[in-house]
């Protein structure tokens, strides 16, 4: 099975930083590689999905990029409404989707 | 629209059926999604299921406990939960897999709660 990893767990920033956050997959998944946005209470909203493709309605404030083992999710300027929980999933096979631990990112 | 419903208080070892009514799509034409979040967690992908139901996966913690199943004429999701563990307890969320699969759309979840 294919593993996840997040870095870091939790970020404090503020408003008008940049944001990096970090997926590690535990073999190669290529670019089948998804960005959600979770806010307390409320489901997870996809945000990024082959890796660097934003999806519709998704502000290009976000950027995804990567290949392979290693993945990044960008911020380019944090915003009020980007303070939430962030997770990576690999898609590689329709057998098994698996998410990150995800990463925090709260107000410093 | 996605609206799961079926969550509620159940003892360990007991059994429980969540569904997913969906609107607004062609549900035929999709593939569908149960995903879990235990409390305080992250996300878990749960179980995967074909727009015709003729292929079906899930992780492996839950390989022959749930069993999840469609039906296209009234566009709905199930998943029937068998043998629960403490550790299922989470919110429920359904979601249609959209491009490669993935959860474009999603319910509100439903709360599944194991316990004696």
């Known amino acids: 099975d294919i593993q996840m990893t997040q870095s870091p767990s939790t970020l404090s920033a503020s408003v008008g930083d940049r944001v990096i956050i970090t997926c590690r997959a535990s073999?190669?998944?290529?670019?089948?590689l998804a960005w959600y946005q979770q806010k307390p209470g409320n489901a997870p909203k996809l945000l990024i999905y082959e890796a660097s493709n934003l999806e519709s309605g998704v502000s290009s404030r976000f950027s995804g990029s990567g290949s392979g083992t290693e993945f990044t999710l960008t911020i380019s300027s944090l915003q009020p409404d980007d303070f939430a929980t962030y997770y990576c999933?690999?898609?590689?096979?329709?057998?098994?989707?698996?998410f990150g631990p995800g990463t925090k990112v709260d107000i410093k | 629209q996605l609206v799961e419903s079926g969550g509620g208080l159940v003892q360990p070892g007991g059994s429980l059926r969540l569904s997913c009514s969906t609107s607004g799509f062609t549900f035929s034409s999709y593939w569908m999604i149960w995903v879990r979040q235990a409390p305080g967690k992250g996300l878990e992908w749960v179980a995967n299921i074909k727009e015709d139901g003729s292929e079906k996966f899930y992780v492996d913690s839950v390989k022959g406990r749930f069993t999840v199943s469609r039906d296209n004429v009234k566009n709905s999701l199930f998943v029937q939960m068998s043998s629960l563990r403490d550790e299922d307890t989470a919110v429920y969320y359904c979601?249609?897999?959209?491009?490669?699969?993935?959860?474009?759309?999603w319910g509100q979840g439903t709360l599944v709660t194991v316990s004696s």
């Open positions: 073999q190669n998944i290529n670019r089948w």
């Open positions: 999933q690999q898609y590689n096979s329709y057998s098994g989707y698996t």
């Open positions: 979601a249609r897999g959209g491009r490669a699969g993935l959860g474009d759309y």
